[in-house]
């Protein structure tokens, strides 16, 4: 493997990783950077009987995060067994992935665990940033905080 693509492994993965690290501190203007200006996400848990969350923009990715992983949910991402591949100036990329949200309000956790299936762009910029991130969920958890 070439320098040019070690190097590319590299900035995709602390892209990944930014990417959960401004997620979990909330960190909504800095999270922006990660994304292409035209990158796209599916959130969801139709297998659990949730909804599925399509969004077509960086703006609209930042926008969703910012009004549903706000002050009453407390969150740690933990993305792991990078399987990354390089072509050019694009990528795709398959994590593991295990969760645990908080809500506050409504006094539940919920842990669960999914596949990222990742693209990834080498921008005008020359930085890897996120084209597409999205997964579905393999279980979700969910439990009282009262109990």
């Not at 299936?117 to 597409?132: F, K, L, N, S, T």
Request: one cysteine or more.
């Amino acid at each position: 493997m070439d320098l040019e693509t070690l190097a590319a492994l590299e900035e995709i993965r602390q892209a990944k990783h930014r990417y959960l690290r401004c997620v979990d501190l909330k960190l909504w203007d800095e999270i922006a950077d990660v994304f292409t200006e035209d990158a796209t996400a599916s959130y969801g848990t139709p297998a659990m009987g949730g909804k599925r969350i399509d969004l077509a923009s960086r703006a609209d990715i930042v926008k969703f995060l910012r009004e549903n992983m706000g002050p009453g949910i407390i969150s740690v991402h933990h993305a792991s067994q990078p399987e990354i591949t390089v072509d050019g100036d694009t990528g795709q990329g398959t994590w593991c992935f295990q969760d645990t949200i908080i809500a506050t309000e409504y006094r539940v956790a919920i842990h669960g665990a999914a596949f990222y299936e990742d693209r990834y762009r080498r921008d005008h910029d020359g930085h890897w940033r996120i084209a597409h991130t999205g997964y579905v969920r393999t279980y979700e958890a969910m439990m009282s905080l009262d109990d």
